[in-house]
């Protein structure tokens, strides 16, 4: 090779270093814009377009459809075993989940949703005073173990590093102005958000129903615990609105609050809403659950509450979160199942 070759060799090694280092600095420049998927922040993803819900493969709902076809109620146990299988939240209460244990609970449940790759919907219910202005699941903790109770929750889905979403206390703000416990409320979920937060959780925030708190009042309290810490709101939990309804309220909420996200529970809303919110007749279920990917705030549809399940001991009713089997059969019936 003679000179004049050396040369031009060397000029094209130094031009494809160049061109090289101007790909890498835009990569890099792009990486630091975009940020790295696995490692963005939980609260600026739809975790629901990302995997499939996951469904407790125990749950009461199952349970209890074998109870029928034990009972010799095979069609009946036919329709609460589609039910089943359609995810729903899973509710953590400190009744059934107390300190100590919750925590072992949460880091065994998302071992197995993270083997499958799938999300779970937590669903956190302790609130001290909490149901008091329904009174039928009136329980909770005491005011000072209420954050170390979420703590054990959190620091369980950071450890195991897994994806999860949490709605935060059903009906705890929408209530509070009836209930007088505003200051208290707004100050123990601001301390539930800052947890959640800090561990990275996807976390929603109850926020009533379209009938109940309007959006004004609703969107100070939110702001006030904090919401634009966390992915956004959800709406119509364990209730029967419609969707129409749910929407409107949910982009006024949204849009008051500078564009934060949704989540809507439509588990029970077929037939919408009466003046009766416990166990009413005449209710159907909802569509099916999924995420929705329309270019809004709203991340998905739900049933958040698993609709076989009591909303207390009314009209002819178990228990507040035990199943009500005729209730659970008519819900589905009503719906054409």
Same mark, same amino acid.
């Given at each position: ?23 890498? &600095? ?34 009461? $709902? ?74 039928? =699941?009136?329980? &909770? ?21 897994? $994806? ?10 929408? =209530? ?61 939990? =364990? ?10 309220? !949910? ?29 009413? *007749? ?11 990917? *329309? ?32 209730? !659970? ?9």
């Amino acid at each position: 090779m003679g000179r004049g070759e050396h040369g031009i060799v060397k000029v094209l090694l130094a031009a494809g270093v160049a061109v090289a280092l101007v790909v890498v &600095g835009v990569l890099l420049a792009r990486a630091q814009e975009w940020g790295p998927f696995e490692e963005a922040d939980p609260q600026a993803r739809n975790v629901f377009a990302e995997r499939a819900q996951y469904v407790d493969p125990l749950n009461r $709902t199952r349970r209890a459809a074998d109870q029928l076809r034990a009972d010799g109620r095979a069609d009946d146990a036919d329709l609460l075993m589609r039910m089943a299988a359609v995810p729903s939240g899973i509710w953590l209460t400190p009744e059934q989940f107390p300190r100590g244990t919750v925590g072992e609970y949460v880091a065994d449940l998302v071992a197995t949703t993270e083997d499958r790759d799938d999300v779970p919907l937590l669903v956190l219910y302790g609130i001290p005073g909490r149901d008091c202005s329904g009174g039928f =699941s009136a329980g &909770g903790l005491e005011e000072e173990s209420y954050r170390p109770w979420v703590q054990e929750v959190a620091d369980a889905l950071a450890a195991a590093d897994a $994806t999860a979403a949490v709605v935060v206390e059903p009906d705890a703000l929408a =209530s509070a102005p009836e209930c007088d416990v505003v200051d208290q409320r707004v100050r123990l979920l601001g301390e539930a958000v800052d947890v959640l937060a800090t561990a990275g959780v996807t976390t929603y925030v109850d926020a009533g129903h379209s009938d109940w708190v309007a959006v004004r009042p609703m969107a100070r309290m939110l702001r006030d615990v904090g919401i634009d810490r966390v992915r956004g709101f959800s709406t119509n939990v =364990s209730n029967y609105q419609t969707d129409a309804d749910e929407l409107v309220f !949910a982009e006024r909420l949204s849009a008051a609050l500078g564009g934060t996200h949704w989540i809507t529970d439509r588990g029970r809303n077929g037939n919408g809403a009466t003046e009766v919110w416990c166990n009413p *007749d005449g209710r159907a279920l909802g569509k099916l659950p999924g995420y929705v990917a *329309d270019g809004s705030g709203l991340d998905a549809y739900l049933w958040v509450k698993p609709p076989a399940e009591s909303d207390g001991t009314c009209n002819q009713g178990p228990p507040a979160g035990e199943v009500y089997l005729d209730m !659970a059969v008519d819900l589905a019936r009503a719906a054409g199942w």
